[in-house]
C-alpha cells in the first residue's frame, strides 16, 4: 500500500487540477468579451441636456441595448470641431454601425463613411443625397417635420382664439437648418388653417450651437412683448429658454422633439420627432442583417407611420377643450396621413 499511495496522490492532484482548470477555462470564457454588434451614436451639438433632439437619440440607443442585446456608445459632441474626429474615432473603433445625430453631419458624414466601407452609417436628419458622393454605407433617417408642426400650429390656433385679446402667436426657430424651417412652415400653414385671423412671429435666435438659453430666451420674450400668446420653441437646448420666457410671462409654450409637458404645465402641447424611435429601428434592422444593411436610401418618418405627431395636451386645459382639440387634431392627423392635407415644408 505505501509503494502505490505517492501513484494515488498523484493522480489525485491530476484529477483535482483538470476539474479547477476546466472551472477556470468555463468562467473564462463567460467573462470574455461577446461578439454582440458594437453601435455608436455621436450627438450634435448640445449633448444629451437638451431634452429634446440629442438626448432622444440616447433613448433610442438605450432601448437597443436592453432589447437587441447589442452594445453601445455615446459621443458628445461639444463643438463643430469634434464632428468628424467623433465619427473617426468611433469608426476607427469597435463599432459597427455609427449614428450621426443632426443635419450638420451631412458634411463630415460625406468625409468619414467613404474611409470606412467596411462600416455603417446612418444620419438623422441627413438626407442622403447631401451626403457627398451618396457612399453606399450611409442611410439617411428623416422625418417630415412640417406634419408635426402643422399638429401644434392647430392646437395654438384654436387656443389663441379661444383667448382674449389679439390672435397671435409665434415660433423661435435655432437657426435656418431644413428641418427647424419645416417645422415652422407646417405650424404656420396649419395655424392659418385653423384660424384664418391668426397672426404668426416667426425668428430666429441665430444660435449655431443650439445650446444658447439666453438668446432664445430673448427673441421668446420680444415676442410676447409683441403680443404672442403662444411660443413654439424649435431650437434644441436653445430652446428651453424660450419655454421658460413663456413660463416667466404667464402665456403657452409648445415643446419640440420629446414630448416635453414633463418641464411643466405651461407646455401646452409638444410637436414630436420621434428620433428614439428611429435609431431603434435602424439599430433593429442592422442586427437583422448587417451584411444586407442597405445604405444609399433614405428611411422616412411621418404622421402615417407614426414617426411624427403631437404630445400630451396640458391639463391646464379645461377638459371639454381637452377633448375637443384632441378631437380636431386626430382628424387632421388621418387627413395629413391620407395626403388629404400637404403642410410645405419650407
Not at 25 to 54: H, M, R, Y
Not at 68 to 86: C, H, K, S
Not at 207 to 214: E, K, V, Y
Amino acid at each position: 500500500m505505501k509503494r502505490f499511495l505517492p501513484l494515488s496522490l498523484v493522480a489525485l492532484a491530476a484529477l483535482v487540477a483538470t476539474v479547477i482548470g476546466a472551472a477556470i477555462a468555463g468562467s473564462s470564457s463567460q467573462a470574455a468579451p461577446s461578439q454582440e454588434i458594437q453601435v455608436a451614436v455621436v450627438t450634435d451639438i448640445g449633448g444629451l441636456n437638451d431634452k429634446g433632439f440629442n438626448s432622444l437619440s440616447n433613448v433610442g440607443l438605450q432601448r437597443a441595448i436592453r432589447q437587441l442585446d447589442v452594445g453601445g456608445r455615446v459621443f458628445i459632441t461639444q463643438t463643430a470641431a469634434d464632428r468628424i474626429p467623433n465619427l473617426t474615432r468611433a469608426a476607427q473603433g469597435e463599432y459597427d454601425l455609427i449614428i450621426g445625430v443632426g443635419f450638420l453631419m451631412f458634411e463630415p458624414l460625406g468625409k468619414v463613411a467613404p474611409t470606412f466601407r467596411d462600416k455603417k452609417f446612418a444620419g438623422i436628419d441627413v438626407p442622403v443625397a447631401l451626403v457627398e458622393g451618396n457612399p453606399s454605407n450611409v442611410r439617411g433617417l428623416i422625418f417630415r417635420e412640417a406634419e408635426a408642426g402643422c399638429l401644434v400650429g392647430h392646437i395654438a390656433a384654436l387656443e389663441v382664439k379661444r383667448l382674449p385679446g389679439r390672435d397671435i402667436i409665434s415660433a423661435v426657430g435655432a437657426n435656418r437648418v431644413p428641418a427647424i424651417v419645416a417645422f415652422i412652415s407646417g405650424y404656420n400653414f396649419c395655424a392659418k388653417r385653423a384660424n384664418k385671423a391668426v397672426r404668426v412671429l416667426v425668428n430666429y435666435a441665430n444660435d449655431p450651437t443650439f445650446s444658447d438659453q439666453a438668446k432664445c430666451r430673448a427673441t421668446a420674450l420680444s415676442q410676447i412683448a409683441r403680443g404672442s400668446k403662444v411660443v413654439f420653441q424649435v431650437a434644441g437646448q436653445c430652446g428651453l429658454g424660450a419655454l421658460d420666457a413663456a413660463k416667466s410671462r404667464g402665456v403657452w409654450g409648445i415643446g419640440v422633439d420629446n414630448d416635453q409637458y414633463f418641464l411643466g404645465k405651461h407646455v401646452l402641447t409638444s410637436a414630436q420627432k420621434k428620433v428614439d424611435v428611429a435609431v431603434y429601428d435602424v439599430i433593429a434592422a442592422y442586427k437583422k442583417n448587417p451584411s444586407g444593411f442597405r445604405g444609399g436610401i433614405n428611411k422616412v418618418y411621418t404622421v402615417k407611420n407614426r414617426g411624427v405627431g403631437y404630445g400630451r395636451l396640458s391639463t391646464r386645459l379645461p377638459a371639454r377643450v381637452r377633448a375637443q382639440y384632441k378631437k380636431t387634431t386626430d382628424a387632421l392627423a388621418r387627413l395629413i396621413a391620407r395626403g388629404r392635407v400637404r403642410p410645405p415644408a419650407k
